[in-house]
């Protein structure tokens, strides 16, 4: 869970089962105003995305990180090359 200053505020991980969208919902009933940030909503966690959907949560679909991984790690291997435009300054 993160809060309005995108601050942690808690954690819990839950097995992919016909249950786990209750399970978190219960987590969360000290949150009301919630929305749930699925990666993947679309591909690997869209029975998690469509059970929230159905127990009339708000989600939206986060893209998932590896592409984002590897560029920083790009840019990291890459931070002496005066050819990169995006070098550290």
Known sequence: MIGPDEE????????????QA???????VVWPERT??????AGLAHLLA???V?????VLDVQP????DRSAHSRRENA????????PV
């Open 65 to 68: 990180q590896m592409g984002r």
């Open 36 to 41: 749930w940030a699925v990666e993947g909503a």
């Open 50 to 52: 469509r059970q929230l």
């Open 22 to 28: 209750a399970k978190l919902i219960e987590w969360a």
């Open 54 to 58: 159905a127990a009339r949560e708000h």
């Open 8 to 19: 942690p505020l808690a954690e819990v991980r839950v097995r992919a089962s016909a249950g």
């Open 80 to 87: 002496g090359d005066e050819r990169k435009p995006d070098r």
